[in-house]
């Protein structure tokens, strides 16, 4: 099975504001849909609740673990049937935003990596539906960042 999920989305638009999108909590629950409680800090638990039409009220648990302006902003979220995940011990995978700087704005590259992570009987799901969502969210932030 695939370990991984890659999405590559044209923005019209420089890298500054792609990352400002990214990388700005209020910016980035616009487009992703996500109520999040307060700002990326690498190293820090980031939560929140979906906003998204259909899982309204899931909540969102992410770890921050690299910003490196305006080319790598990296988290990672768990997999997990708790309600209440603990983000720092429930399997999880990483999720990398990789900008890079074209003739015409910027290449942003989405990978979602470690499903390999999660329990076997979860794998197969979770790559299908985050495969499925990452198609919707390289759309929904292009839009956004292009106005």
């Known amino acids: 099975m695939e370990n991984r999920i890659e999405k590559t989305v044209e923005v019209n638009a ?13 910016a980035f629950g616009e487009w992703f849909r996500v109520r999040l409680d307060g700002p990326f800090v690498v ?8 906003t ?27 997999h ?12 999880a995978t990483r999720v990398e935003f990789h900008l890079q700087p074209t003739a015409t ?3 942003l590259t989405i990978i979602e990596s470690g499903f390999d992570n999660l329990p076997e009987d979860q794998r197969a799901a979770a790559l299908r539906s985050n495969d499925e969502g990452w198609e919707i969210q390289a759309r929904n932030i292009k839009t956004y960042v292009e106005g």
């Open 14 to 26: 420089p890298a500054e504001d792609v990352w400002h999108a990214l990388t700005d909590h209020n």
């Open 43 to 50: 190293g820090e638990v980031t939560t929140g609740e979906i």
């Open 52 to 78: 998204y039409p259909g899982h309204e009220g899931v909540k969102w648990t992410s770890v921050t673990e690299r910003m490196e302006a305006p080319r790598l902003f990296c988290f990672r979220w768990p």
């Open 80 to 91: 997990s049937q708790d309600p209440d995940p603990d983000p720092l011990r429930e399997p």
């Open 105 to 107: 704005g910027t290449r």
